[in-house]
């Protein structure tokens, strides 16, 4: 079964931690996305990445980065962390090309910040 | 700018009964639209897409979706809904010029009750 694996479902972290958020598809996809989900605002693109050490900013990108250094990996990185980026988590992958495939996605890590 | 809206933050069906999930969508050009359903503490699981062709399409566990480009809608339908059904789904549109960027709508949170 293809998966999108996420390193951990939930993770306790304080003020000003620098946080790695883990992700690893095993199918071979080009396209790598994280989103944090929040209730009432949906889910919305922090990042995005479409080849092996390529990213592009989404609509949220402040206080995070992210790494690409393999096709099967894609990092999120919380700089300093803050309360109010405590949110689930959700990184996906897609198939690369013309844009009308479907994502797969991870469990989703929930995140609070203290 | 692409916009989803799901007008609707729950959705109250008995069991047996039809459903319906509304969505609307704004878009420069054609779109790609999909709907894709979460189950609690989970991530988001692909149910069905629109690319081209035939306005109806049918996705996983019995979900149907229908196209309508006059009316900018992309609302799911079940004909019997069924307990197990409950969750929270999320309609997403990319343009196909746009590249790789999907946005999702809030959600909307299905309940049915036997």
């Known amino acids: 079964d293809v998966k999108v694996t996420q390193s951990s479902r939930y993770l306790v972290k304080r003020t000003g931690e620098k946080v790695f958020l883990e992700c690893v598809q095993d199918m071979d996809h080009e396209n790598m996305f994280w989103y944090r989900q929040d209730p009432g605002l949906g889910l919305r693109l922090i990042y995005f990445?479409?080849?092996?050490?390529?990213?592009e900013k989404g609509d949220i990108p402040e206080g995070y980065s992210v790494s690409r250094e393999k096709k099967e990996r894609f990092s999120l990185i919380l700089e300093s962390a803050s309360t109010n980026q405590t949110s689930m988590y959700l990184c996906?992958?897609?198939?690369?090309?013309?844009?009308?495939?479907?994502?797969?996605f991870g469990s989703g890590t929930r995140l609070t910040v203290v | 700018a692409q916009s989803v809206a799901q007008p609707e933050d729950q959705v109250n069906v008995a069991e047996g009964n039809p459903l319906t999930v509304k969505c609307t969508y704004s878009v420069s050009g054609n779109p790609y639209l999909f709907w894709y359903v979460q189950y609690p503490n989970r991530g988001l699981q692909f149910l069905l897409k629109?690319?081209?062709?035939?306005?109806l399409v049918k996705g996983s566990y019995g979900f149907e979706a229908e196209f309508n480009k006059s009316q900018t809608s992309f609302h799911l339908k079940k004909p019997s809904a069924l307990v197990s059904d409950s969750a929270l789904y999320f309609c997403a549109v990319r343009a196909v010029t746009g590249g790789f960027k999907t946005i999702f709508g809030a959600g909307t949170r299905l309940f049915v009750k036997a």
């Open positions: 990445s479409y080849d092996v050490k390529m990213k």
């Open positions: 629109y690319i081209t062709g035939d306005n």
């Open positions: 996906a992958s897609s198939l690369g090309g013309g844009g009308d495939y479907g994502y797969t």
